[in-house]
């Protein structure tokens, strides 16, 4: 038979010889000193050497957690600038938010520059990556550092403001926010739009509301010839003053415009305040239907597309009237 044994915490008792071994185990100490001084070597491990600062791995990661509690703390304190501070300094919407967006990347620059020192890496030790990422920038993200410099000056000229309406490439839309790289617009159709900052520097855009809301207004109405026209002007003018969301100043007024192939053309034009593509669309639409009502009240004729046919033939043409009746039995003959 084999030997028997038992074990005790760290002795053995064998029973056959009545005495106990001392078992061998590996000390705590030992294996926790094993592992630091494992992990020390990764935490002191070398990536590369600037001059005389080398770059270990602890610096790289005190600089990364630097940098991401730094972008925390950054955005944290710009959410209660703007919620507590902006709305006390009763600045405009567009000015306030280029505020914002400056004191933000001055905030990140900071932070880095901050995280930079922190280990201890000087910005010359940049001086050759920054060369060469100029050059990768110079070939490959043109587009990107052209938006991102138009976005800056937008926001120091302002050709463009948040809130502005604005028409491009034929549709109308209002300015959410200015980005570094793009800005947002929303259509009517509630539709978001991320368009280049370039775009507003390069192309050619509208913007209805750049120095004020006033912009001015047209409806255009043709009558049939004949129509009593100064009643008619003074009609038009009378229904655009007393619209309430017209501008009284300055005064609509009202321009015989055309005599056209099927009606007299008049343009009534008039002032308004437009916030919005639908302001101005509401008002254009009430003021014709109270044209409609009025001039169906004073028997004025809206004209309509007409045409004169006229034959030009050798011999006079011959033309036969026939009755219902007469109709009927041709149809049932050819059946």
């Not at 050759?128 to 990768?136: M, P």
């Amino acid at each position: 038979m084999g030997e028997t044994f038992f074990s005790l915490k760290n002795q053995i008792f064998f029973p056959e010889k009545g005495i106990f071994a001392q078992q061998e185990s590996p000390d705590l100490f030992e294996i926790i000193a094993k592992k630091l001084t494992t992990f020390q070597k990764i935490w002191n491990f070398e990536f590369f050497s600037i001059g005389k600062n080398p770059v270990t791995a602890s610096k790289v990661v005190v600089a990364m957690l630097s940098l991401v509690l730094g972008i925390i703390i950054v955005k944290m304190v710009m959410g209660t600038f703007e919620k507590r501070v902006l709305p006390r300094t009763r600045l405009k919407p567009n000015v306030a938010a280029s505020i914002q967006k400056i004191l933000y990347y001055l905030g990140i620059l900071l932070v880095v520059l901050f995280a930079l020192h922190l280990v201890n890496i000087p910005l010359t030790a940049f001086a050759f990556v920054g060369g060469a990422l100029a050059i990768g920038v110079g070939f490959g993200a043109q587009t990107l550092i052209n938006n991102f410099i138009s976005g800056f000056i937008i926001m120091a000229e302002q050709p463009i403001r948040i809130g502005d309406l604005i028409e491009i490439e034929g549709m109308f839309a209002t300015i959410e926010d200015i980005g570094a790289r793009c800005t947002r617009i929303r259509t009517g159709e509630n539709i978001q739009i991320l368009v280049p900052n370039s775009s507003f520097l390069e192309k050619n855009i509208v913007n209805w509301t750049l120095s004020d809301s006033m912009v001015r207004a047209c409806v255009t109405v043709g009558v049939v010839y004949g129509s009593p026209v100064k009643e008619a002007a003074s009609i038009m003018v009378t229904i655009a003053k007393e619209h309430e969301k017209v501008l009284p100043d300055p005064q609509p007024f009202i321009r015989f415009s055309d005599f056209g192939d099927n009606a007299l053309i008049f343009n009534i034009y008039f002032w308004i305040n437009m916030n919005s593509l639908s302001d101005r669309l509401n008002i254009e639409s009430d003021i014709r239907f109270q044209i409609d009502d009025r001039f169906r009240e004073a028997d004025i004729v809206i004209a309509f597309p007409q045409r004169d046919v006229h034959l030009d033939a050798v011999k006079p043409l011959e033309l036969k009237i026939l009755d219902s009746r007469h109709k009927e039995d041709n149809d049932k003959s050819e059946e």
